[in-house]
Nanobody, 115 residues
């Protein structure tokens, strides 16, 4: 069984920063990659950032230069550093862990950016 838990969300003013954490735990050998997604009310879930086990990263155009995804550490944790936050970044942020060919999702953490 695999569990994915996000933390670090909250309320921040526009221009501020937040760091989200995502930890995967359970019975598995290795994580192939981890990713952050977000979903705003009435909108589809969208990819924010991805990191592979090899360290390759991909970012949505809307967050490039502002968000940074960390490498997967020894505790199977990944971080999303979010700087220069904008009101349009307000969403529930979800973490996904890819183990073998299966996707495991967390329940999400709310990020609210006030303008």
């Amino acid at each position: 069984q695999v569990q994915v838990v996000e933390s670090g969300g909250g309320l921040v003013q526009a221009g501020g920063s937040l760091r989200l954490s995502c930890a995967a735990s359970g019975s598995f050998f290795r994580i192939n990659g981890m990713a952050w997604y977000r979903q705003a009310p009435g909108k589809q879930r969208e990819l924010v950032a991805v990191i592979t086990k090899g360290g390759s990263t991909t970012y949505a155009d809307s967050v490039k230069g502002r968000f940074t995804i960390s490498g997967i550490d020894a505790k199977n944790t990944v971080y999303l550093q979010m700087n220069s936050l904008k009101a349009e970044d307000t969403s529930v942020y979800y973490c996904k862990a890819v183990i073998l060919s299966a996707n495991y999702w967390g329940r999400g953490t709310q990020v609210t950016v006030s303008s």
